[in-house]
């Protein structure tokens, strides 16, 4: 059975990064684990992609795989289905995925 922990709080500095990036680390030892980044200061995403965090958003490959260019078609109200994100895993721990985050996802946040 699939499992969901969601982690909210409007107040920042509180933690929520940090204990999302170390509960995901310790389930993923046992389970597939997937961490989405909806906040648009991407600390989870810079987190678990480390020094490969700018060229993320550079690379053809990798350039439209966050969480903004994955949802983008239905808040553009094109007719086009929303499109599968290729999640980022970390050599280190193969269970682990993230689905990254991007700065503009506030863009959104009106609409």
Not at 78 to 99: G, K, M, T
Request: hydrophobic share 35%; glycine share 6%; aromatic share 10%.
């Amino acid at each position: 059975m699939t499992k969901r922990i969601a982690v909210f709080n409007h107040k920042g500095g509180v933690s929520k990064t940090t204990s999302v990036y170390n509960i995901g680390w310790l389930l993923s030892n046992n389970y597939k684990v997937l961490v989405v980044d909806a906040d648009p200061q991407c600390n989870l995403t810079s987190l678990l992609l480390g020094d490969s965090f700018e060229s993320y958003y550079i690379d053809d490959e990798t350039k439209n795989q966050n969480l903004k260019d994955g949802v983008s078609t239905a808040f553009q109200g094109r007719p086009f289905p929303i499109q599968a994100v290729e999640c980022y895993s970390p050599e280190r721990l193969p269970n682990l995925f993230l689905l990254a985050g991007h700065a503009n996802l506030s863009e959104y946040d009106a609409l």
